[in-house]
């Protein structure tokens, strides 16, 4: 399948730009780009169904591809929480989330975790694939680095033996969940 255009369906510029870093070879739109600047309701029960929401919304507003990520972080000794609520963990922004994230964690002894991400690609006809990816790692006790965004500073990369946070942008791009879950997409749609 050939694609040339597809619009994200997202407004988080980290995301958009992860997303534009991966897929070199398509034009990448933002949905804000287009003129949409309202919020699509959330109401699926994991990162897939919350990516499809999203990319189905867009691709009939739009009448073309349109590409969804729902992620987040998933701790171990939160048994998985903050998973499907880690952008609206605090409800009060990325920084207070982490903040947030950290006092739940102060007598936490299992520090393990993931980032998860699923990806949908909707088409106008309404037909769909997905990706899913995992990144794995430890939640630190303290921000490491200024890198990234959401979370990264709070994230031990064991693929990458440091901080997201430390990390550059190609050097994450390569190990995130994000782009696993694309990488997986991808194979399905070619």
């Known amino acids: 399948m050939k694609l040339d255009k597809i ?7 980290g995301k958009i730009a992860e997303i534009k870093a991966i897929f ?5 739109v933002s949905m804000h780009e287009l003129g949409f600047d309202g919020d699509i309701e959330e109401t699926g029960k994991s990162f897939k169904e919350n990516a499809k929401i999203k990319a189905e919304f867009i691709a009939k507003m739009f009448n073309m591809p349109a590409l969804s990520d729902d992620s987040g972080l998933c701790v171990n000794g939160l048994n998985g929480a903050p998973g499907i609520y880690s952008a609206r963990f605090s409800g009060e922004g990325p920084k207070a989330n982490r903040a947030l994230l950290l006092k739940r964690m102060e007598h936490v002894y299992d520090r393990r975790a993931h980032f998860e991400s699923a990806v949908c690609l909707c088409m106008p006809d309404g037909k769909t694939y997905f990706g899913e990816g995992r990144t794995y790692g430890k939640i630190l006790q303290e921000e ?3 890198k990234g965004f959401g979370y990264d500073c709070l994230f031990f990369s064991d693929d990458l ?4 946070g430390v990390a550059e942008e190609d050097e994450k791009n390569t190990v995130s969940h994000r782009y696993r879950a694309l990488q ?7």
């Open 7 to 13: 619009v994200v369906a997202s407004g988080n510029e």
């Open 24 to 28: 070199k070879d398509v034009e990448i």
């Open 184 to 190: 997986d997409l991808l194979s399905k749609i070619k």
């Open 144 to 146: 490491i680095g200024d």
């Open 161 to 164: 033996k440091k901080s997201f």
